[in-house]
């Protein structure tokens, strides 16, 4: 299976702030990675795919970037409704797998 | 709107049954592939199983292979989860999710529905 590994596990940053979450993944998985964002008590919400490509309705804030099997997902600037956990997702290969979760909070 | 509503979700007790729904509307539920997704209490997302367009080929998580089920009626725009011999770690919120479109994309996941609870406990 493919692992992916978030980190950190876990950020508080300031309104304003430009935060970034990264993922590595095992194995050459390409592009082919989601990002979500989780409310509590809600379902992910899509963001990003393809590693870097926005999707329809999500704040211009947020992007994603790759370098190999590196990625970054980066808020350029950390609103206080952008408080969630955050996956990435990859969909090279079954099983599907996820990172482990990045808790961000307001400082 | 596109919408994914889940059911059925409830309290088991250890080596019991249960069956999920997934409701689609919004799109041509026929047209994509399936999957379902689970998350147990404060923990992370793990991925459960896929089914194609047509029903014709699921493919399930080591950790559910034998046990569980899923299933499709396009004509009724619903997916299915047939659990069986459910164990306690089998404890979690479990979403269905529509992949994107074909290709790598069909375990792209796209929208969620918002989860049915299912507690296995004596």
């Known amino acids: 299976d493919i692992q992916m590994t978030q980190s950190p596990s876990s950020l508080s940053a300031s309104v304003g702030d430009r935060v970034t979450i990264a993922c590595q993944a095992t194995q050459d998985i390409n592009t082919f990675l989601n990002w979500f964002q989780q409310k509590p008590g809600q379902a992910p919400y899509l963001l990003i795919y393809?590693?870097?490509s926005l999707e329809t309705g999500v704040p211009s804030r947020f992007s994603g970037s790759a370098s190999g099997t590196d990625f970054t997902l980066t808020i350029s600037s950390l609103q206080p409704e952008d408080v969630a956990t955050y996956y990435c997702?990859?969909?090279?290969?079954?099983?599907?797998?996820f990172g482990q979760g990045t808790r961000l909070e307001i400082k | 709107e596109v919408r994914l509503v889940e059911s059925g979700g409830s309290l088991v007790q250890p080596g019991g049954s249960l069956r999920l729904s997934c409701a689609a509307s919004?799109?041509?539920?026929?047209?994509?592939?399936m999957h379902w997704v689970r998350q147990a209490p404060g923990k992370g997302l793990v991925w459960v199983s896929r089914i194609d367009p047509d029903g014709s080929a699921t493919t399930y998580g080591d950790a559910v292979m034998g046990r569980f089920a899923v299933s499709r009626d396009n004509a009724k725009d619903t997916l299915s989860l047939q659990m069986n011999s459910l164990r306690d770690e089998d404890t979690a919120v479990y979403y269905c999710?529509?992949?994107?479109?074909?290709?790598?994309?069909?375990?792209?996941?796209?929208?969620w529905g918002q989860g049915t609870m299912v507690t296995v406990s004596s």
């Open positions: 999710a529509r992949a994107r479109g074909d290709g790598y994309s069909r375990n792209a996941f796209d929208i």
């Open positions: 393809d590693a870097s």
């Open positions: 997702q990859q969909y090279k290969r079954l099983p599907v797998t």
């Open positions: 919004g799109f041509t539920f026929g047209n994509y592939w």
